[in-house]
């Protein structure tokens, strides 16, 4: 079993429609990070939480210590947000990534 | 440019040749981070560095991959002896120390040099 676990594997969406996407995790951690990779390989930072909950823009991340869980929710979703989104685990200074969302938003 | 570059972008190589890459982070982050990404897989921790110190390396580092730092600024991972597993696409992240002024510990990643190895 992998430490990081992403679902659902991939996802499309019509555009406006709102979007959450999943991690669990299964070790103790520090902090977890939600990233975006457009095509061509750039990775951005979106979230660094280690509690509660963070809100940017149209992205929302949330995340339970205890159910070792945590979700990224895109409301208004939009063509633009079609990328892959990677939760990492933070872990001392170790990062353990899980393998990725494929989001496709049609218009 | 203040974000993290990376050199090669791309790298075609022939098997058995030796290739390097280099990371130049953030000036004011102190650590920095190799991952591998290989297709429709996440980032694959290599190793991280304080400074100029290497403070981990992880199992997937064999033999032919090193990684200094050696003044604590701009980074090399080298491969030897390359294999067609190795191709992949190599990242490189900076980040401040933990606790840090501004408490952020974000990552930042620079583009990534894709390897290629025929």
């Known amino acids: 079993k992998n430490e990081v676990e992403q679902s659902p594997q991939n996802l499309t969406a019509q555009e406006g429609e709102f979007i959450t996407i999943n991690c669990s995790y299964s070790?103790?951690?520090?902090?977890l990070h939600w990233l975006q990779q457009h095509p061509g390989g750039g990775i951005v930072s979106l979230f660094m939480l280690s509690s509660g909950k963070k809100k940017h823009g149209r992205l929302i991340a949330t995340i339970n210590i205890q159910e070792k869980h945590s979700s990224l929710h895109i409301t208004a979703s939009h063509p633009r947000d079609s990328a892959v989104y990677i939760c990492a685990v933070q872990a001392n200074s170790k990062l353990t990534f899980g393998k990725g969302i494929t989001l496709s938003v049609r218009p | 440019d203040t974000g993290v570059s990376q050199d090669p972008r791309h790298k075609i190589t022939k098997r058995g040749q030796n290739v390097t890459f280099r990371c130049d982070p953030i000036?004011?982050?102190?650590?920095l981070y190799w991952y591998r990404q290989t297709l429709g897989q996440g980032p694959e921790f290599l190793t991280y560095?304080?400074?100029?110190?290497?403070?981990?390396k992880s199992r997937l580092l064999s033999d032919r991959f090193s990684a200094e730092r050696p003044k604590g600024s701009f980074s090399t991972l080298e491969i030897q002896r390359t294999e067609q597993g190795d191709s992949a696409m190599y990242l490189c992240?900076?980040?401040?120390?933990?606790?840090?002024?501004?408490?952020?510990?974000?990552?930042?990643f620079g583009a990534g040099s894709r390897l290629t190895v025929l």
């Open positions: 992240a900076s980040s401040e120390r933990p606790g840090a002024t501004s408490g952020a510990n974000v990552l930042t």
């Open positions: 560095f304080q400074n100029e110190a290497q403070l981990e």
């Open positions: 070790v103790g951690i520090s902090a």
């Open positions: 000036s004011e982050h102190n650590r």
